[in-house]
């Protein structure tokens, strides 16, 4: 990049705009002053203060500029060091692309409401089995007889199988919840249900045969308490086998289709509910589709809009009831009849536009390995320096990067990704490919290739917000010919799942002798 180029027009850019400074800024004080005389005769009863909302707000005139310095951010970061009224710091940029970021979602207790229940149900069933062998003690313990030595090993039996269920639940059960679904699980629920029933039998098995009777058989008790810890040890096999096990033989093929661009992915299920099924989708989702770019689609939208713009239709007739109509009918035979040659310009365009492509990576990759070459020179250079004088990679990073600013951010806008990175991203990547001596070319595979959706931070900063759509029940089972949708604010995935069919292999016995054979050479026969 030329540094004396872009210093001379950015200063002639800045004498220009001085001019048009002090005009605004005498029309912005006429305008306050007329906007205050306005304000006061109105009541201050209209004034309201509400909380940002997640929906987008429309950009006012006092932001045009914000957002227009925010898209040149590859012009405006050089290193100029004159008397530029515009001249950035480093500081400055770093602040650039912030305000189009999300707000900060609040803390939503509920979906951590699953999570507290299991807790409390697990506390309730260590305790049960404790509560069973410390109860006597404390209420008739003259009247208990001794424990022996196999009452001692029923103690030893019951503290090991403890400790096992502990583990094993804490494993199963106390995850952190990686989605809420609209309707509560039905195995877990089942399993909750069968839990609280059987410690309720037991319960009430011990309030009404051994508290009520006092019960001098201690033995007999701690029996009681090594058979209850069974029970919930089999229960704890039966929530593996439904929540583990039962889904893991492929029994659907279900097919995602992007409804925007109609990417699309087939992924195998086994026997799954159409909300679980939807999970499952969504978090394939995130790591297989490519991050979804609404820039690319406008490319058709405004190739029309420019067709139909441009035609003009004249009534001669005189203005009428029908003027409307057969104004819209004459647009659309005209729009049909150059749909004949609208496939030469649709050809063109795209010729055009990927022979931009070409020259713009083209001319990325050059300064991209300039730059690290020039970051190694550097290396090299600070290897002889005192300890305490070496270069942080942060600040490498960010002395190389308006080096290649420019044909990055050109690269990015023909690309149409410009929104998917903004400036402290690229730096941090490339402070990253620093440090871990990277090569130029994995420095740009980021930006040359589309990554999967979740490797943007954007995309991942707070929770996104999908809506099933389903006409059978979102608890009801996966079934041949199921369709359904997960809709989210841009577009949505249409899902709709086959049964694999029942493969049948049948053998067939090929003898070792079959395939050989004998052959019989005559004196005549030339070999």
Known sequence: MDTDSIHSGYSHHSNRSRGSNKQSERSSRDRHKSHSRDSSSRSDKNVTISASSAQPQQPDQSS???????????????????????????????GFGKETEGPVEKLNCVRFLPLALTLVLGLLVLVTPLSFLVLPQLMWPERLQACGTACEGLFLSLAFKLLILLLAGWALFVRPARASLPRIAVFRALLGLLTLLLLLSYWLFFGVRILDSQDENYQGIVQFAVSLVDALLFIHYLAVVLLEIRHLQPCFSLCVVRSTDGETHHYNLGQLSIQRAALVILEHYYKDFSVHNPALLTAAKSRAAKHLAGLKVYNVDGAGSDAATAQSRAKIAAAARQRDTSHNELYYEEAEHDRRVRKRKARLVVAVEEAFTHVRRLQEEEKKKPPGDEMDPREAAQAIFPSMARALQKYLRTTRQQHCHSMDSIQAHLAFCITNNMTPKAFLESYLMAGPTLQYTRECRQTRQWTLVSEAAVTSPLRHGSEFQLKSSDFSLVVTSKAIPHLKLSEEYVHPKSHKFVLQLQSETSV
Request: glycine share 6%.
């Open 64 to 94: 045009a500029p914000t957002d227009a310095q925010d898209d040149n951010w590859g012009e405006t970061t050089t290193a100029v060091t004159g008397t530029s009224d515009h001249s950035l710091s480093q500081e400055d940029l770093a």
